[in-house]
């Protein structure tokens, strides 16, 4: 599962470069430090971005370095680059959009073919359950990269939330549920309950949905 | 406020009032309470019986030989006689029917100038119910206070608390009050006609009966409406009653109440052993009792801390949780103590009083019947006050154990035996009831037995002996008592220890 | 510090002949439930749960609310002895022991967190923790430094002296968490034991408990409806409806 879902890697490399002028060596270690959980940065990719942002005027050629070694080309930010970027981080991210997700793909695949649901719903509870373990047992070497690793977890969280609802399908009868259920994601609804359990809701499962929220 | 937001508060209350009148524990709180404020009210009419007895005595008199004799005001009499008669008249005169009849009525309620000392007695058997009405009212039912814990979280001010406080209590208290009436008709029909004469206790109804009534009833209803309105105080009952639970310690203000009692108390006694033949000795004797019951039931609660401490530092479990529970709200075990603290004493009294009648070789058969009787009576009042107080620790108790059902049922799936949890409230009990009982029994006995030892100037042999001998039969008889009350109270709450025991405890807030 | 010696051998320890009447229990295995069936009044908790826990594992349960997870936990930890089935805790089959023997068993053996509202009211934080040691005859002196060692170790030594009404959700867990861990049981039992508390404080909660149970090498059973919660443990067994739906091993 990619951590850094959405991000383009443009504004990524723009922010890294926001701190000092830096060459793409540089640049590809700041990313892989701020994102420890994530796929490494290709070196291809880096340069390949550098030179997108240098002709569109949002980074510039600084000098280049011959010391000892090969030659490097260090690259800072320009003005124009200062403004995306803040423009980039001042614009809330797009929430996902429903069903663009492999989970969910699956999830109504079982549903609505009878592919042993129940089963399904548990092995992906259960991966899950591997993967947020795995993620809780990483040391936090800096406070961000701890903070990757708390998305992750939150994201895991939700959708073992949603699998409980779909869980509760699978338990009631399948017909109509997986478009329900697309629509429990698009709500934002991650409320443990299924539905015919409501009334056995305790109050302190809503204090807690709220300290989540 | 205007008038139409207080009334409308008012009503709200009322409402309030009147919708938990449905839930069952509500109902048995105000079934309690009723019966004890009727039986106060009950006592509180045979001590206005007592004490307006003969006070609407035959006013004139016509003797057979034709004289006319009115009794006056000073407690003496004119005779005028038609011209040319001349009786001899005195008080046997007239076969004592110048005074009102007493016959049938024991000597101590027929003697005048004894009959105080009845008044008083009935009036003290009016605390020990009064502390049971109070148990009812400031406790009530966790529920209770749960709900006024409620009511405050959502901006009730603590106005409109005392207000609701007293409108649950009002009804219950005006018709206690009305019923005090027949409650007393019982009574007198119980204490005044079925004992053999001679041995009754409560005179005929008279008219005065009729005008304490509706006094008696609104003194209830005041006291009970008071006692609840401070039972709701913002200091009893805050917002966050409703989630957690305080120890309520004892206040400066219980703490002035009980020197100033305290205080009253020793100069009354100062008084009496300056001046034993004064003229103010007599009403101090008899005012002393009442201050000794308000000083004692005053004191209990401090008592009760002191008693915690001491099982606190006693460092082993049963005792520290004992001691701790005691601490963390002493009032009610307090007034309970304190009852029963003054019950010790009067055995004390009592015992020794028999003691030393006996032992003085008074074979008189009228004083023997005069002093039996009257220390027989004493005894099954006690005995009266000591089965209310018992009762007033059950329902104590049992209001703790059912609150605590959440913590007991954790202390039981920590690992206690249910038995540990029993010897908890075990000792619990009996530190307010055989603790105090004994205490005032050794005191009382000392007391009275140390008195006829210097009376009888100690030239005798066996006073001395007598006397410790009352003390030891004191604090057996007390001590026996209340062991037995406890034991009884332990046995009601044997229920609601196995249900806060239980496992279904852990599921309750 | 080290924790308190363990204690004696428990009274009742069973016989030859019950022994060979339980089924034989596996090496390593400190809880073993088989079939276990339990009924309220008219709800049906448990339709028949197997659970096996070995030793130094930690063991989530979880499943819908209404499932049966709290009377599992109670079956396990000897609080209600199951209609049917058969419960073996630490080698001894808990529905022949008394109920007393049950008590001393789990004061000795086992520790309890539950969600809320388990420390004794009159008591501070210290003499709650204390308890269990106190209850077992253990001299107070000792007892109440152990205990505020415990509160040190679970990051309440603040709060050691206060009451449990004055304390906060999270402070009031720690203690109870020391109060489970003060007597060095060999298996723990929580259920939802972060469950009245925010993210944060019941994510350091748990972290403690977890921790400390690892570090003594003793087992943990948690009922939760938290799936980070979850993620902590070793095995998930989730219930539905009184039955085990699925395990998964996480490790
Ligand atoms: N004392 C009781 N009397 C009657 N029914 C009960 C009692 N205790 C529990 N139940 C019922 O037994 C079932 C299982 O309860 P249990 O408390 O074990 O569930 P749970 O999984 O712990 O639920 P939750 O997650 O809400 O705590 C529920 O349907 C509940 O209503
Ligand atoms: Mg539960």
Known sequence: MCIVIGMSTADVVLALLSRGPAHGYDLKRGHDTWFDQGRPLAFGQVYATLARLERDGLAAVAHTETGGGPERTVYEITPAGRARLAAWVAEPAEPAAPGADELIRKTVAALRLGLDPAGFVARQRAAHLRRMRALEQTPATDPTSRLVVEHAVAHLDADLRWLEVAAGYVSTDGAAAPVQLLHHVAAGDHSDDSPDDQSDDSPDDHSDDRSRA | ?509 | ?251
């Open chain 3, 1 to 251: 510090m080290t924790p308190p010696s363990t204690p004696g051998d428990l009274p009742g320890t069973p016989p030859p002949d019950h022994l060979a009447a339980t089924v034989p229990v596996p090496a390593g295995a400190v809880l073993e439930a088989h079939g276990v069936q339990h009924a309220y009044r008219r709800t049906v908790a448990l339709r028949g749960v197997d659970l096996r826990v070995d030793a130094g594992e930690v063991v989530a349960v979880t499943g819908p609310s209404g499932c049966g997870k709290s009377t599992l936990l109670h079956a396990a930890a000897g609080l209600l002895v199951p209609q049917a089935g058969t419960v073996t805790l630490l080698g001894r089959d808990l529905a022949r022991l008394t109920e007393d023997e049950r008590a001393l068993l789990r004061r000795r053996e086992v520790g309890i967190v539950l969600q809320f509202g388990q420390l004794v009211p009159e008591l501070t934080a210290v003499d709650n923790v204390a308890l269990p040691l106190l209850l077992d005859g253990h001299p107070a002196d000792g007892a109440r430094r152990l205990a505020l060692d415990w509160l040190e170790r679970c990051g309440a030594e603040d709060v050691a002296a206060t009451m449990p009404s004055d304390m906060s959700g999270g402070e009031a867990q720690r203690v109870a968490v020391a109060r489970a861990l003060v007597t060095g049981p060999s298996v723990v039992f929580a259920d939802e034991p972060t469950g009245s508390l925010d993210t944060l404080a019941g994510r350091q909660v748990l972290g403690l408990l977890v921790a400390a149970v690892r570090e003594r090498g003793a087992s943990l059973v948690i009922v939760t409806h938290d799936n980070t919660v979850a993620a902590r443990s070793d095995r998930e067994v989730r219930l539905v409806d009184g039955t085990v739906a699925s395990e998964a091993v996480l490790r």
């Open chain 2, 1 to 509: 406020m205007t008038r139409g937001a207080a009334a409308r508060a008012r009503s709200a209350a009322a409402v309030v009032a009147r919708s938990v009148g449905g839930d069952p524990a509500e109902r048995r709180r105000r079934r309690l309470l009723g019966a004890a404020l009727t039986c106060c009210a009950a006592f509180l009419l045979a001590a206005v019986a007592v004490a307006t007895f003969g006070l609407a005595g035959p006013e004139c008199l016509r003797t057979p030989g034709g004289s006319t004799v009115c009794v006056d005001s000073g407690g003496g009499y004119t005779v005028t006689s038609p011209p040319g008669v001349s009786e001899p008249i005195d008080d046997f005169s007239f076969g004592g029917r110048l005074v009102p009849d007493t016959s049938g009525l024991a000597p101590y309620v027929g003697e005048s100038g004894l009959r105080p000392g009845v008044v008083v007695a009935a009036l003290l058997l009016v605390v020990p119910f009064a502390v049971f009405a109070l148990q009812v009212v400031r406790l009530g039912s966790a529920a209770r206070e749960r709900r006024l814990a409620a009511l405050r979280l959502q901006g009730a001010t603590s106005a409109d608390l005392r207000r609701i406080a007293a409108a649950e209590v009002r009804g219950t208290g005006l018709v206690a009050g009305v019923a005090g009436l027949p409650a007393y008709l019982g009574l007198w029909l119980l204490l005044g006609v079925l004992p053999p004469s001679g041995w009754r206790l409560l005179p005929t109804p008279a008219a005065a009966l009729v005008v304490g009534w509706p006094v008696v009833a609104v003194l209830v209803v005041v006291a009970a409406v008071l006692a609840a309105r401070r039972a709701a105080d913002v200091g009893t009952v805050d917002a966050l009653g409703l989630s957690r639970r305080r120890a309520r310690p004892l206040s400066r203000s219980s703490a002035t109440t009980t020197a100033v009692i305290l205080g009253v108390l020793v100069l009354g006694l100062v008084l009496l052993f300056l001046a034993p033949n004064g003229a103010a000795a007599g009403v101090v004797v008899l005012v002393l009792p009442l201050v000794f019951v308000a000083a004692a039931v005053a004191a209990g609660p401090w008592i009760v801390v002191a008693v915690g401490r001491r099982h606190v530092r006693r460092g082993n479990p049963v005792a520290v949780l004992a001691g701790r529970r005691l601490i963390a709200d002493p009032r009610t075990p307090g007034r309970v103590a304190g009852v029963l603290l003054a019950v010790g004493l009067a055995v004390g009294f009592a015992v020794s009083d028999v003691i030393g009648i006996f032992l003085s070789g008074r074979t008189d058969p009228y004083d023997l019947a005069f002093f039996g009787g009257g220390i027989l009576t004493a005894l099954a009042a006690i005995g009266l006050a000591a089965v209310v107080a018992a009762l007033s620790l059950v329902v104590g108790a049992s209001e703790q154990v059912l609150d605590a059902r959440r913590p007991t049922a954790a202390l039981v799936a920590l690992g206690a035996e249910p038995a540990t949890v029993v010897r908890v409230v075990r000792t619990q009990l009996r530190s307010v009831s055989v603790l105090p009982a004994v205490g005032g029994a050794v005191v009382g006995a000392t007391l009275l037995g140390g008195w006829f030892a210097v009376a009888e100037g100690g030239g005798r042999a066996w006073v001395v002996p007598a006397a410790l001998g009352a003390v030891v039969v004191a604090v057996l008889v007390a001590g026996g008592a209340a062991a037995l009350g406890a034991a009884g109270a332990q046995r009601l709450l044997r229920r609601p220890l196995a249900e806060a025991m239980s496992v279904e405890s852990l599921r309750t807030a």
